[in-house]
């Protein structure tokens, strides 16, 4: 393919940032919701991946640039958009359990999809393997791999996030709280760098929020880690979630873990709590979302929020606090899903009588 237009697109869109009376209720202080569910890939790995393809194609204008991408769903489905963006080829590797939903996106978005490895680990070593080493490379192409997390690029287009939050909340009102899940690290990487920028003309008398990092049980690699006191890896991904199906942070992700334990909090909540946030959430707000941002939701419905962020606060003054919700995406959701999980997981959570 020929070069890029001198200013392509931009990969990502600013989204929006909306306050839920309905999870206000639930948690018992101010949601808001950043609604990155609504970037052009469905989450939001369209401000790292994009930003990441975008600079590698602006350094490389004369190139045939293809760029390769290993994932379970998100990244992947970031990489095809911005590619196709920025009118580029990609491949995507998906490990087995990626979903025929996933796939069937990737390949309307114009990239080629090979299937390869029990999981992202092994996935991402075949990609590396068959399409980056010294004997796969392509004479007629200049191959760029695409890191789903592991990226300064990645990171830094992340830290948008913030950037937008910064002008989108109101003169005057303090965010005291943000939470986002975790699976490798990139949009925790970014939040933190952002606030690294913003942080305290964000949070409360010139303190930067309190960043409660979210990860599914059995998905927990950075929870692993911190209950270890050592950058640990999972021996497997046993949950659900499996967009946080890495079984090691980044280096960068544990070293703001150990640089910032008074405003950074590591949890974890159940497989039952993240699937049935989704449901509750498609109820609340009529958005569908996978269970790695039910992982975000699930502290405001079960009340991890308020002990996490709020202990010791008396009701008046937890109230008064502004809490802002990452609604990463919804890429790998879907109804029917969202139906067996009402059915495996309702009574468990008390979500029927």
């Known amino acids: ?10 990969p990502w869109i600013e989204t929006p940032l909306i306050h839920s009376i309905p999870l206000s209720n639930a948690a018992g202080c101010n949601i808001f919701l950043k609604l990155e569910n609504l970037q052009p890939s469905g989450s939001f790995k369209s401000r790292g991946v994009g930003n990441m393809m975008f600079r590698a194609a602006a350094a490389h204008p004369s190139k045939d640039v293809h760029f390769y991408c290993s994932s379970e769903g998100n990244a992947g489905l970031a990489c095809a958009t911005t590619a196709l963006t920025l009118g580029r080829n990609a491949t995507i590797v998906v490990p087995l359990t990626a979903s025929p939903l996933v796939m069937a996106r990737l390949r309307s978005l114009g990239a080629s999809v090979v299937q390869q490895g029990r999981n992202w680990p092994e996935a991402d070593a075949f990609l590396r393997q068959e399409f980056l ?41 303090p965010i005291d709280a943000l939470v986002c899940s975790v699976g490798g690290g990139g ?32 998905a927990d690699s950075l929870h692993a880690s911190v209950l270890a006191g050592a ?65 975000t939701l699930a502290p405001a419905y079960n009340g991890d929020l308020r002990r996490r962020v709020g202990c010791g606060l008396e009701d008046e003054e937890w109230a008064a606090r502004n809490v802002v919700l990452v609604v990463c995406g919804g890429s790998n959701a879907g109804l029917d899903a969202l139906v067996g999980y009402k059915e495996r997981y309702g009574k468990e959570c008390g979500f029927y009588p």
């Open 187 to 218: 949009l925790l990487n970014g939040v933190m760098q952002g606030l690294e920028r913003h942080g305290k003309f964000l949070g409360r008398g010139g303190r930067p929020p309190s960043v409660l990092a979210v990860e599914t049980v059995g």
């Open 231 to 295: 950058h640990v890896t999972l021996p497997g991904i046993t949950s659900i979630a499996t967009s946080l199906g890495a079984t090691r942070v980044s280096d960068r992700t544990w070293a703001w873990a150990t640089t910032n334990r008074e405003n950074l909090v590591s949890a974890t909540v159940s497989d039952a709590d993240a699937a049935m946030a989704c449901v509750r959430f498609l109820q609340d707000a009529r958005i569908l979302v996978e269970p790695a941002c039910g992982a």
């Open 133 to 173: 080493s010294p004997t796969a490379a392509s004479t007629n192409t200049f191959p760029v791999y695409v890191p789903p997390f592991n990226h300064p690029d990645v990171w830094s287009g992340a830290a948008t996030l913030i950037d937008e939050l910064a002008a989108q909340t109101p003169v005057g009102v």
């Open 1 to 10: 393919m020929g070069s890029i237009d001198a200013e392509p697109p931009k």
